[in-house]
């Protein structure tokens, strides 16, 4: 099967079945929304846009969006309200905060409050189809064509890199797209330590300033559902950082 390659020679993603990817754009300005909006139709995806929270929450329940870019300050909530409404329907829609504040607490708070992502204003247009590209592919709403399946197993643990699905002992495991992304890394590099300096910039793709806190965070998360009640696959190497092995 050839594989559609979509612009600048990036993999074309696609929705597993075949139809495009669907992205909720969500910004006050007008003139940002449609560049936005442009430079995703130009990746072959299908765009909605809004321009207040209350529009963007209505848009994601008739367009069920695969991902939603969402400015933090709109004219009637902040984004950070937004995206607790939309989590509350539809839990593991990967979201990418747009804003003009720089500070590193800021973006803190938006990936803790279940943001997965933070692009500062101002952003190249192929930053944030780069960062959304990474975002979908993770959260398992879209594939790439013509890739091949691949599965991760470590001891009893199977994480399956296409379906996005996760196991333990046959035993399904729900894990949100930052944590599968985590998982993933770690079950790549089995009884390996990494750093926490290494996992920032492998799974958040940049680092936050010595907020290391963040890893620790989706460590714990990940620990609760893949380690709760069973022997510990999930290490901490005070000092050094976290590793993954079979549980013994």
Request: net charge neutral.
């Amino acid at each position: 099967m050839t594989t559609t390659i979509a612009p600048q020679g990036r993999t074309e993603l696609r929705r597993p079945d075949r139809t495009p990817v669907r992205v909720l754009v969500v910004d006050d300005e007008a003139p940002l929304a449609e560049l936005l909006s442009m430079a995703l139709r130009y990746e072959g995806w299908e765009v909605r846009s809004a321009g207040d929270g209350a529009g963007a929450v209505r848009a994601a329940r008739d367009f069920r969006p695969d991902a939603v870019v969402l400015d933090v300050m709109l004219p009637d909530m902040d984004g950070l309200s937004v995206l607790g409404r939309l989590r509350r329907e539809y839990a593991d829609v990967p979201v990418l905060f747009l804003t003009a504040r720089d500070a590193v607490e800021d973006r803190i708070a938006g990936l803790t409050a279940g943001g997965d992502d933070y692009v500062t204003k101002p952003f190249s247009l192929e930053e944030v189809v780069a960062r959304l590209r990474g975002l979908i592919r993770r959260s398992g709403s879209a594939v790439a064509a013509g890739r091949s399946e691949s599965t991760l197993v470590v001891g009893d643990l199977v994480l399956d890199e296409d379906s996005h699905e996760v196991s333990r002992g046959g035993q399904s495991i729900h894990v949100t797209a930052t944590e599968f992304e985590l998982l993933r890394f770690l079950m790549r590099n089995p009884r390996r330590v990494l750093s926490k300096a290494q996992i920032l910039d492998r799974v958040w793709n940049y680092d936050f300033g010595g907020q290391a806190n963040v890893v620790e965070l989706y460590i714990s998360y990940l620990r609760k559902k893949i380690d709760a009640g069973r022997t510990p696959m999930i290490h901490t190497r005070r000092g050094a950082g976290y590793l993954i092995k079979p549980g013994e």
